[in-house]
């Protein structure tokens, strides 16, 4: 097949958008075409989207894969299908992986709020079972210890689901008496729903 597939958890999300045409447009020059899926980050989907996927024989599959066990993977990647993920590594198998070191890059995020002068720091995100949500919050808490600072778990909503619930949950943290001064958001969308 000169097409690989590529699945994702949202194509609204700019992130992913962006990884797609990044994909594309390394795919390109090699004249291999993409197809690309999303699976909302529910495994059920992604298993469905990715049997799919191999079914129409791609010879690649780039995941970036929803919270869960995926190795449901491997007899497909012993029969010689390349696989890699991206963002998240792979639950249940051993594939090429391209990630950031979320616990670092939260613990500093969060070390310069606290140097900011900020003690009572909120942790905002959509779905806490998703590997870089996880990551984040452990250096969130991190940053926290550091510094001395006890975890306060009123300042800690790391499931909201979506941009609506984190602003009405953002809302109500900041109208309360002891409210944050600074907020961690977890993801880029729950960023901007704080942001809103």
């Given at each position: 097949?000169?097409t690989?597939?590529?699945?994702?958890?949202?194509?609204?999300?700019?992130?992913?958008?962006?990884?797609?045409?990044?994909?594309?447009?390394?795919?390109?020059?090699r004249?291999?075409g993409?197809?690309?899926?999303?699976?909302?980050?529910?495994?059920?989907?992604?298993?469905m989207?990715?049997?799919?996927?191999?079914?129409?024989?791609?010879?690649?599959?780039?995941?970036?894969?929803?919270?869960?066990?995926?190795?449901?993977?491997?007899?497909?990647i012993?029969?010689?299908?390349?696989?890699?993920?991206?963002?998240?590594?792979?639950?249940?198998?051993?594939?090429?992986?391209?990630?950031i070191?979320?616990r670092?890059?939260?613990r500093?995020?969060v070390?310069?709020?606290?140097?900011?002068?900020?003690?009572?720091?909120?942790?905002?995100?959509?779905?806490?079972?998703?590997?870089?949500?996880?990551?984040?919050?452990?250096?969130?808490?991190?940053?926290?210890?550091?510094?001395?600072i006890?975890l306060?778990?009123?300042?800690?909503?790391?499931?909201?689901?979506?941009?609506?619930?984190?602003?009405?949950?953002?809302?109500?943290?900041?109208?309360?008496?002891?409210?944050?001064?600074?907020?961690?958001?977890?993801?880029?969308?729950?960023?901007r729903?704080?942001?809103?």
């Amino acid at each position: 097949s000169a097409t690989v597939g590529l699945v994702i958890p949202t194509v609204s999300d700019p992130f992913f958008a962006a990884l797609a045409a990044e994909v594309e447009a390394t795919l390109a020059p090699r004249k291999l075409g993409l197809i690309s899926a999303s699976h909302g980050d529910d495994m059920t989907r992604q298993r469905m989207l990715t049997r799919v996927l191999v079914e129409r024989r791609v010879a690649a599959l780039v995941v970036v894969s929803a919270p869960g066990d995926s190795s449901y993977l491997q007899l497909d990647i012993d029969h010689g299908l390349a696989v890699g993920a991206v963002d998240r590594p792979l639950e249940g198998v051993s594939v090429d992986t391209v990630t950031i070191d979320n616990r670092i890059a939260a613990r500093v995020a969060v070390t310069e709020l606290v140097t900011a002068g900020h003690r009572r720091i909120a942790a905002i995100g959509f779905d806490a079972r998703v590997w870089t949500m996880s990551e984040r919050y452990d250096g969130y808490r991190d940053a926290l210890a550091d510094a001395g600072i006890s975890l306060d778990a009123d300042l800690v909503a790391l499931s909201c689901g979506d941009a609506v619930q984190a602003e009405v949950t953002v809302t109500a943290m900041l109208q309360a008496s002891d409210g944050p001064t600074a907020v961690f958001a977890l993801h880029n969308r729950s960023g901007r729903a704080v942001i809103r």
